[in-house]
């Protein structure tokens, strides 16, 4: 069982917990479990016979048949049925199942990998998921943090990222240290899913091969600065590495706030730092 947000990753967890096992030659099979009604569901799983239902003119073969000797991967779990619930649970417990408007039972060895971002545990107290068949998915548990708890990845996700974007539009691109230090400062609720979505959109609005910083913020991320306040306070005003918004929020922090003091640190006059506090979007702090 994959636990975890919308867009952490978990249908490439699933991935590769079948291509680096046993079952890699098998075929990888896989269903998104809210995308169809339980009618559907049911005939897409277990297959149907012929003349089942209208519409139905031959005899068909479901994913876990499929998926003999391989792995079944069932994302949104949590979004299935009470009715088909009991008959997912027999599938798990016996690994046998009968076609739609079938009478035989047919015998099935799989793996079953499931995912869903709902708390499968709320869902059970509540009496809207079986509590035996959570028991029976739930036997080896992974879970997946959200990328707002592991910002030291993104770097090695953006530039894998961007390396992805840049061969699909057939040129090289990389990302600037400015850019890079957006995106550290980024929550990312949507989490990889809106990483990716980010760069493909400024990789679209980037004419050479580098993804700038004011790029990265013309695409609607919004930078959150999460250094602490020491730290700021610390920083070398000369340092090349900063980029201009780094610089004057650093030398307000170091001033207070004080937009005439903060100018001085930076050999401006007020009315130049007052444009570039505009120009730059920095919301004045106000102690």
Known sequence: MIRGETGTGKELIANAIHYNSPRARGSFVKLNCAA??????????????????????????????????????????????????????????EGELERVGGTKTIKVDVRVVAATHRDLEAEVE????????????????????????????????????????????????????????????????????ELENCLERAAVMTEGETIDRDTILVTGIEEKISVSRGAIQNLDLDDPNLDEREKVIAALEQAG??????ARLLDMTPRQIAYRIQTLNIKVRQL
């Open 257 to 262: 706030w004080v937009q005439a003091k903060a």
């Open 36 to 93: 169809l009604l339980y009618t559907l569901l049911e005939s897409e799983l277990f297959g149907h016979e012929k003349g089942a239902f209208t519409g139905a003119v031959a005899q068909r073969k479901g994913r876990f048949e499929q998926a003999e000797g391989g792995t079944v991967f069932l994302d949104e779990i949590g979004e299935i049925s009470a009715s088909f619930q009991a008959k997912l649970l027999r599938v798990l417990q």
């Open 126 to 193: 509540k009496g809207r998921f079986r509590e035996d068949l959570y028991y029976r998915l739930n036997v080896m548990p992974l879970y997946l943090p959200p990328l707002r708890e592991r910002m030291e990845d993104i770097p090695d996700i953006a530039r894998f990222l961007v390396e992805k974007v840049g061969a699909q539009q057939g040129r090289p691109l990389s990302l600037t240290d400015a850019a890079m230090r957006v995106l550290m400062h980024h929550d990312w609720p949507g989490n990889v899913r």
